[in-house]
């Protein structure tokens, strides 16, 4: 408030007055210091801070002075925000130590003690079981090889013995990716067996070769309870000098038992196939079958045809081998009575846990 009409005297300006700054200060001080936490902090701070609290008021009647005043009620308004300004700054700093002390106190972890928490989520079945099928073979001294899913049809089929006008290079079971081109002889596919992996092995590098491969592969089948479009086998090769069909025998009994139980049985029928001569399927036998004991097919094998290994420089006349491939899918089914396809691509999260294949 100002006095503009009459002789003016700076004590007649309540704001102005030593006593009334002296008083907000002091009220500040203590509404500060009451506040117990930097939120009710806050919400007071324009009671002494704000554009109406007392300090401000005063501030704003220092133009009604006259010259001579002005200065001096300007000195001790400006000590009076700037004290204010100090016991906010103290009390903000005092409890935002305590704050900090507080959470610290609060949300400490005991990390020495035990604990029964479970990990969220699984690994999947089928990524478990291609994991123990490379530590199997590993153990057994092979080496485990990777190869890209897009192939040329070259490693895909004409290297295996598979002729073009063979029914497994129509579109009726392979995904063509790009058709063959001028200046490139080959199409692109996406592999329709990990049985590529067997000519990658054997270009690059010499025999004797002891290699396993899982991957996942392509066919252009619809989706059913034991069948998809995409789905995993696991490749075995062995090319060395003097291999036998009674090699190709042991190793699988040994592969089965390791998957299914130790009193597995197993079987060999006659097949064919282009790339293996002779050719068998590899039956196994399921007592405890949910439909009651029976064979169950679980993948096919043979002799590398000695094409095949003309087709990949090796000599058949000192070299032999022998080859499998076994649907990984299919022994997460057999293993964990698993009876539709479907319920290991829904996405639900449950279902490596309902298996108790987590880890």
């Known amino acids: 408030m100002s006095y503009h009409n009459d002789p003016y005297d700076p004590k007649q300006v309540a704001y102005l007055s030593p006593e009334a700054l002296e008083e907000a200060v002091a009220d500040a001080r203590t509404d500060f210091a009451a506040a117990v936490d930097l939120d009710a902090l806050h919400k007071i701070k324009h009671r002494h801070l704000g554009d109406k609290a007392p300090v401000m008021l005063a501030r704003r009647e220092i133009g009604a002075l006259p010259p001579a005043a002005k200065s001096d009620a300007g000195k001790r308004v400006n000590a009076a925000r700037l004290a204010v300004n100090a016991a906010y700054d ?22 020495t003690l035990p604990t029964q928490r479970r990990m969220r989520g699984a690994r999947h079945p089928i990524t478990l079981m291609a994991d123990g099928i490379a530590d199997l073979f590993i153990a057994m001294g092979y080496q485990v090889n990777e190869g890209p899913e897009i192939e040329p049809e070259w490693y895909n089929f004409d290297a295996l013995n598979i002729k073009p006008d063979h029914p497994a290079r129509t579109m009726m079971d392979t995904f063509y990716v790009a058709a063959a ?15 590529s992996l067997q000519i990658h092995s054997m270009l690059n590098q010499e025999p004797p070769i002891y290699a396993v491969a899982p991957g996942r592969v392509y066919r252009t089948d619809e989706v059913d309870a034991t069948h998809s479009p995409v789905f995993h086998q696991a490749e075995g090769l062995v090319v060395d000098k003097g291999i036998t069909m009674a090699h190709l025998k042991g190793t699988l009994d040994h592969f089965a038992r390791a998957m299914f139980g130790s009193g597995v049985k197993t079987r060999l029928r006659p097949s064919y196939f282009p790339f293996t001569e002779p050719s068998a399927e590899l039956d196994v036998w399921f007592e405890a079958h949910k439909d009651g004991p029976r064979w169950i097919e679980w993948g096919g094998c043979g002799m590398v045809n000695p094409r095949v290994l003309s087709a990949c420089g090796i000599d058949p006349h000192v070299y032999s081998g022998f080859a499998f491939g076994m649907g990984i899918d299919r022994a997460v089914m057999l293993g964990h009575d698993v009876g539709d396809m479907r319920d290991m691509f829904d996405g639900d999260v449950r279902f490596p846990l309902a298996l108790g294949t987590e880890r």
């Open 90 to 111: 103290e009390r903000s700093e005092v409890l935002a130590a305590e704050a900090a002390e507080r959470v610290l106190r609060e949300e400490t972890v005991d990390v």
């Open 181 to 195: 081109k001028a200046g490139r002889d080959s199409g692109l596919v996406l592999r329709t067996h990990t049985s």
